[in-house]
């Protein structure tokens, strides 16, 4: 535990003025996205005494049905971001391409899942909120390697907010329930290197290929743990914290995996790059990715840099 307390609004304001215009616009959408997660964290809280547990009669652009929450927690995002001046545009899993948000003013685009582990939700399993910031520019579909600051919101036993930057480093707040504030919890964390958890879907084992069945067959040699949430935030929040690989491979069904490059990929890509560890589609780094388009899969693999470079080795 960090001995001098120090607030996440304290932190990004620095931040502001060290990766931004120094004018209080990057804090604001920072701030405005945490105050979305407080808000759905509110309701992930009081669902099952309301009426937002369950499925809405909607689908999303992927053809998946959306749960009332995951309307909810968009809705919320959308709103809060929506009123910001320094917002250019929005962008989510949850939105039609043509419902995105593009003012005239606004220097940042903001993308996000609003709610991802959706699946879980009738269980109460862990979920996290995904976003990712650009600075304007041009174009919309940038790599991920420009993203200004990325992260999540991790709803847990604890709520904590995972936040990168340009500046390279990963740190975590932790909710301090008692003044509502986030408090530096984790400072500049760094992955481990090694790690003999893997994570997986591997009940689609039979549709994957022989290369990717005798990794896993190997990783069962030695003896490794399988651990698999369904929850990407919280895969990749134990992964962070307790190193392992985490995939989301192709197979035959799915030659681009199921993770969203936008929504998914870019922001715990950059958080894992920037804690020391290694994202991977195919042999290229998914932050150098130019999307081609909003809804572009890709199969991924991330973790701690010895276990992603060994999983390379293997399917070479
Ligand atoms: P979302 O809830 O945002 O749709 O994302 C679900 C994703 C991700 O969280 C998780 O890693 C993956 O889907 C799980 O997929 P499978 O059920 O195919 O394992
Ligand atoms: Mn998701
Ligand atoms: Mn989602």
Do not use: W
């Not at 990766?19 to 996205?33: P, Q």
């Not at 903001?110 to 991802?116: K, M, N």
């Not at 958080?271 to 589609?281: D, H, M, P, S, T």
């Not at 890709?298 to 399917?315: D, I």
């Amino acid at each position: 535990m960090i001995q001098r307390r120090i607030t996440l609004r304290d932190f990004i304001d620095l931040e502001d003025k060290l990766i931004a215009t120094g004018t209080g616009e990057f804090k604001d959408v920072v701030m405005r996205i945490v105050e979305s997660c407080l808000e759905i964290a509110g309701e992930l809280e009081m669902a099952e005494l309301s009426t937002n547990m369950g499925e809405s009669h909607s689908t999303n652009i992927f053809g998946e049905v959306q749960k009332k929450l995951d309307i909810f927690s968009n809705d919320r995002l959308v709103k809060n971001l929506s009123e910001s001046t320094a917002v250019y545009s929005i962008a989510s899993e949850e939105m039609d391409t043509t419902d995105f948000v593009n003012k005239q003013q606004g220097r940042y685009t903001v993308f996000f899942d609003p709610i991802d582990g959706s699946s879980n939700l009738a269980s109460h399993i862990s979920l996290g909120t995904l976003f990712s910031i650009f600075s304007k520019e041009d174009k919309i579909l940038l790599p991920g390697n420009q993203q200004l600051a990325a992260g999540y919101m991790y709803y847990s036993n604890t709520i904590e907010f995972v936040y990168t930057s340009r500046i390279g480093k990963v740190n975590i707040f932790t909710l301090d329930q008692s003044s509502g504030e986030f408090i530096l919890t984790h400072k500049n964390i760094r992955m481990p290197s090694i790690g003999k958890i893997y994570s997986i879907n591997e009940g689609r084992e039979l549709l994957f290929s022989k290369s990717l069945q005798n990794y896993l067959k190997m990783l069962k040699e030695h003896t490794y743990k399988l651990r698999y949430v369904g929850s990407m935030a919280a895969d990749i929040h134990r992964t962070l914290m307790e190193g392992g690989i985490f995939l989301y491979p192709s197979d035959k069904e799915n030659p681009n995996g199921k993770l969203r490059l936008l929504f998914e990929v870019n922001p715990v890509a950059m958080i894992v790059e920037n804690a020391g560890g290694l994202a991977r589609v195919g042999t290229e780094n998914p932050l150098d990715i130019t999307p081609e388009s909003t809804d572009q899969r890709v199969p991924v693999v991330l973790g701690s840099k010895r276990e992603v470079e060994y999983f390379l080795n293997m399917m070479m």
